[in-house]
C-alpha cells in the first residue's frame, strides 16, 4: 500500500502564499529523489521543484524560482512546498513524486487555484 497524499491545496488570492504538503505511506523515502510537478488543464505536466534524497540539492523551474520553496524531512517521511507571491499562472493540480532508479509512485494531486 504504497501511497503519496498530497494536502494544503486551495483558493488564493494572487500575491498570496500556500503551504503543501505530502506524507508517504508504505515506504521510507529517505533514499528517494523528491519532487513536486503541477499540471494546468490544457497543458502538460512540468516539474516544479525537485530534490535529492538527502535534501542537500534543490532546483526548481525557472517560473517559481525565488517564490517557492522545496523542503523535505525523512525522519517524517514528508516533503512541502511553500508557495509565496502566488500567481495566477500557478493555477493547477500539484503532485507529490517520489523516484528512486526506475521506481517511482504519485501522489493523487491536489488543486491550487489563484484568483482574484
Known amino acids: 500500500q504504497v501511497q503519496l497524499v498530497e494536502s494544503g491545496g486551495g483558493l488564493v488570492q494572487p500575491g498570496g502564499s500556500l503551504r503543501l504538503s505530502c506524507a508517504a505511506f508504505?515506504?521510507?523515502?529517505?533514499?528517494?529523489?523528491m519532487s513536486w510537478y503541477r499540471q494546468a488543464p490544457g497543458k502538460e505536466r512540468e516539474l516544479v521543484a525537485t530534490?535529492?534524497?538527502?535534501?542537500?540539492?534543490?532546483k526548481y523551474g525557472d517560473s517559481v524560482k525565488g517564490r517557492f520553496t522545496m523542503s523535505r524531512d525523512n525522519a517524517k517521511n514528508m516533503v512541502y512546498l511553500q508557495m509565496n507571491s502566488l500567481k495566477p499562472e500557478d493555477t493547477a493540480v500539484y503532485y507529490c513524486n517520489a523516484k528512486r532508479s526506475t521506481r517511482g509512485y504519485w501522489g493523487q494531486g491536489t488543486q491550487v487555484a489563484v484568483s482574484s
Open positions: 508504505g515506504f521510507t523515502f529517505s533514499g528517494y529523489a
Open positions: 530534490t535529492i534524497s538527502t535534501g542537500g540539492s534543490t
